[in-house]
């Protein structure tokens, strides 16, 4: 499907249906629908009855097969979890085997007689093996082939991939638009929710999570050492990646940062009042000095190190900033 917020892009894209580059290249923020769009654009030029506004039929074979994840002419390149395991702490990585597998399948002779499609999502979790192996693929595309690459990180892909591929920017909904659309999805605690996720719908639901971050902003409003101890081992239980935390963390920093500046929070305005007492009793210096530490581990926040402990030296720190020492 396409959510409502995309519409524009996707009648400037159908516009262009008979004249399209080898590769597109979907750029946004993630969890705002664009890979919604990529495999509804796939579907749509896979489509061997497309109305009249470029949309797909729903009616023919390729559909039909499509649909059931079995369009012989359609590939999808996104990171797999091995069977039997969880994601959990590991970076999920699309790897040149999985790669080298697709660009030999474009090389044949198309099944259905029409386009070859080839979805990659999210792009830049292609390791640099994967991607300069895709990259030969764009140089020297086979006849009737179409990339659709997807990226919430641009910056993080190849400049060489890029300047291969048309980009188009997949913007955001408002916060009118996403605040409807969980409204329409009876979605709980709708506001909050939406704002901790950026103003970016169509998250995730994990209320064990959000029960767990809950403690975690309770314990940063009146932090205390042994209940620093217990969170970090709490967390650790649920087998998340430092990321996670790091993320939780960061956004209540940059909460307290506002307030600050007497502006109100962004991410978690069910503690506006929290945040704005931490702001008033520390300093905007002691602040960037541990926002900086955070911004030192992200690049590992999906390493083996010790999370438990990870995080215990991290609120030990903040319960040193919170009292202003």
């Known amino acids: 499907m396409i959510y409502p917020w995309h519409q524009t892009q996707w009648r400037q894209l159908a516009r262009h249906r008979s004249s399209l580059p080898n590769a597109w290249l979907f750029i946004g923020r993630p969890n705002t629908g664009k890979t919604a769009f990529a495999r509804y654009t796939a579907q749509a030029l896979l489509c061997e009855q497309p109305d009249a506004a470029g949309g797909f039929c729903g009616v023919c074979p390729s559909c039909h097969l499509f649909v059931q994840n079995s369009h012989p002419d359609f590939y999808e390149l996104t990171p797999e979890i091995p069977d039997g395991e969880t994601a959990g702490r590991k970076l999920l990585q699309i790897k040149i085997d999985a790669v ?7 090389h044949l002779t198309s099944v259905r ?6 979805l990659v999502h999210p792009a ?22 179409l990339f659709l690459l997807v990226t919430h990180a641009r910056d993080k892909l190849l400049p060489t991939i890029k300047s291969r591929c048309r980009q188009m920017v997949l913007p955001p909904p408002s916060h009118e638009e996403a605040l409807r659309y969980l409204q329409q999805q009876e979605t ?21 999570l959000d029960k767990l971050r809950e403690s975690l902003l309770e314990l940063l409003a009146v932090p205390r050492l042994l209940a620093i101890l ?24 940059l909460d307290v940062g506002l307030a600050q500046q007497q502006m109100p929070p962004l991410y978690y305005p069910q503690h ?4 704005a007492q931490t702001g ?15 911004n030192r581990l992200s690049p590992y926040g999906y390493h083996t190190l010790s999370v438990k402990m990870q995080i215990e030296s991290l609120l030990a720190d903040y319960l040193e900033f919170w009292q202003n020492k």
């Not at 080298?100 to 474009?106: M, P, S």
């Open 100 to 106: 080298r597998e697709v660009v030999d399948n474009i």
């Open 113 to 118: 007689g029409g386009r070859r499609i080839v």
């Open 124 to 145: 830049e979790s292609m390791n640099l093996q994967a991607a300069n192996g895709l990259l030969k693929a764009l140089e020297e595309p086979p006849e009737n082939v």
């Open 188 to 208: 709980d605690n709708a506001e909050n929710l939406l704002a901790f996720h950026g103003g970016a719908p169509l998250f995730e639901h994990r209320p064990e």
């Open 230 to 253: 217990d969170y970090a081992a709490e967390f650790d239980k649920h087998k998340q990646p430092l990321a996670v935390f790091l993320d939780w963390l960061h956004k209540w920093l």
């Open 272 to 275: 506006a009042q929290a945040s």
């Open 280 to 294: 008033r009793r520390t300093s905007g210096a002691a602040l960037f000095t541990l926002a900086g530490r955070l």
